[in-house]
């Protein structure tokens, strides 16, 4: 799901012209496109990744009550911190998407400031 972020170096250097080639292509709409992808993408992601923490904080909130009716069992137990490390690595997930956000805007920007100015909502 991050194939636009990883390519997005490569993406703009084959959209965007050097001033040499402006007149062949409109990089105006290029950047519109391209910024429209992004927005795409990264809201999807983070939707995603959020729907799986909701999802995993539900079933741990659930084994941590069927582990205080059952204390001894250690298949629960097992089960629980399965599902607690889970949860931390999606939550981690969240960080890494901003990281890798913040470096596809960041490329964006230095190469589509001039051509396309995004709505005031990024």
């Known amino acids: 799901m991050r194939t636009i972020d990883d390519r997005i170096v490569h993406e703009l250097n084959t959209t965007i012209p050097t001033a040499s080639f402006v007149g062949k292509v409109d990089p105006?709409?290029?950047?519109?496109?391209?910024?429209?992808?992004?927005?795409?993408?990264?809201?999807?992601?983070?939707?995603?990744i959020k729907d799986c923490i909701s999802q995993t904080s539900a079933v741990v909130k659930t084994l941590k009550e069927e582990r205080e009716k059952a204390h001894e069992d250690a298949a629960l137990l097992k089960q629980l911190r399965k599902e607690q490390t889970k949860l931390k690595l999606m939550q981690s997930e969240l960080n890494v998407e901003e990281v890798v956000n913040d470096r596809s805007w960041k490329v964006f920007n230095e190469r589509c400031r001039i051509h396309y100015k995004p709505p005031k909502s990024q």
């Not at 105006?28 to 995603?48: P, W």
């Open 28 to 48: 105006g709409q290029t950047c519109k496109e391209l910024y429209e992808s992004l927005m795409d993408a990264h809201t999807k992601r983070e939707r995603i």
